[in-house]
């Protein structure tokens, strides 16, 4: 029998979307195939110390709950900077990095940067594709370069607003108008998002963005019927493939809010969509396909969008998409078919061949 495959699977991180990361983690943890696979959970804190806990598999298969290491406690679990965590990899003999991590110094090329200079295949895509798609605005530019619709947006940065925060409003009431949607540039999860009714709310909601971001992104309000839609990626000129899209019906919040992804029953969401013809569902997929290969992504991609009057805005594309029991990549793989541990295996594979594939330095 073919030896087993080391694959850690990195969790955490220090960003606001470290609670889902942990869960996403987990849940990955689990579902792996340990035929296959010698499974090695890899924890950062929140203040960004690298944990290889022993036990915690163990841990996580006791019951349904989900585990994290508080740095509270972390000390007692010898952690190591992020130099020695990657000497550990390496001696260890790591064969692959699953990684599980959302949102800045996780999603966004930081890690898979450190993952390329130790040499290590790492899921998903790779430095350019995921800070690109973290960074909300940069996406967009290319989205609409390449003949992609979004809404209508600017950004504005924390100078800008704390020089002359009335010329930003009227700037905003001018050219994009009420309500608008204000984000962190870099963040995910809806961390910090709000949606502004008036100058007034369009105050507090910015100072809550800049919690999160020096720059905060504000794109009108397109009010309309919300979907996603999950892309497999392939390798070697391979065309990536779009899974089934999902309708996405938040039920208690006014949009798909921190609460409405994860309270369970807070969002109805419909795979395949029900209040969609045949007709669009073609074009959110390839819409989907489109924006994945726009920002040159991996593995694995899910692009947001929104229909109003017929038309198709996207409104970002995730490279790290969640993987809770509530996430939509897991559902619209099992829609298409395709069991979430033969996903996994199917992403740590691919990290394989791109690896393999790739060009490096030789005489020159
Ligand atoms: N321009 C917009 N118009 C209407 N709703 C929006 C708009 N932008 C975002 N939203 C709502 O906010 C949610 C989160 O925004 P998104 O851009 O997907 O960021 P995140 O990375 O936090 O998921 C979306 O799923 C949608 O419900
Ligand atoms: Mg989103």
């Known amino acids: 029998m073919a030896s087993k495959i080391n694959v850690a699977v990195l969790m955490g991180g220090r960003t606001a979307e470290h609670e889902v990361s942990i869960k996403t983690g987990n849940i990955i943890v689990k579902a792996l195939d340990k035929n296959k696979y010698n499974v090695k959970p890899v924890i950062i804190t929140k203040q960004g110390k690298w944990l290889l806990p022993d036990g915690y598999i163990k841990a996580l298969e006791k019951d349904d709950k989900t585990y994290d290491i508080p740095d ?36 966004d090329g930081t890690v898979q940067g450190l993952l390329e200079l130790a040499d290590i295949p790492y899921t998903g895509s790779g430095v350019l594709a995921s800070s690109l798609a973290m960074n909300k605005f940069m996406s967009r530019k290319m989205f609409e370069y390449e003949g992609l619709l979004v809404p209508k947006g600017a950004v504005f940065n924390v100078w800008q607003w704390e020089k002359d925060s009335n010329k930003v409003i009227s700037q905003v009431e ?34 809550k963005a800049l919690r999160y971001s020096n720059e905060v992104l504000i794109e009108e309000f397109v009010k309309g019927l919300e979907v996603t839609c999950a892309v497999l990626g392939d390798t070697g000129g391979k065309e990536p493939i779009p899974l089934v899209p999902t309708q996405i019906v938040p039920v208690t919040s006014d949009f798909f809010d921190y609460k409405a992804k994860y309270t369970p029953g807070a969002t109805e969401e419909i795979t ?11 074009r959110i997929q390839e819409t989907a396909v489109k924006a994945h290969k726009v920002l040159g992504c991996g ?38 078919g395709i069991e979430f541990s033969d996903l996994l295996s199917r992403l740590i594979e691919m990290a394989v061949e791109t690896h393999k594939n790739k060009k490096r330095c030789v005489d020159f």
Do not use: W
């Open 174 to 207: 001018n050219n994009i108008g009420f309500p608008c949607v204000l984000k962190p540039e870099e963040l995910g999860s809806s961390v910090g998002i709000s949606i502004a009714r008036d100058s007034e709310s369009f105050k507090k909601d910015f100072q």
């Open 72 to 107: 509270t406690q972390a000390s007692e679990i010898a952690p190591v900077n992020t130099g020695m965590a990657l000497d550990k990899a390496v001696d260890e003999k790591v064969d692959v990095v699953f990684i599980a991590m959302h949102g800045p110094l996780g999603e």
């Open 299 to 336: 593995g694995m991609s899910r692009t947001d969008m929104i229909i109003r009057d017929n038309k198709l805005y996207v409104l970002e594309l995730n490279t790290i998409p969640g993987m809770t029991e509530l996430s939509l990549y897991p559902q619209a793989a099992k829609a298409a």
């Open 272 to 282: 395949p969509p029900i209040d969609v013809d045949q007709n669009m569902i073609k």
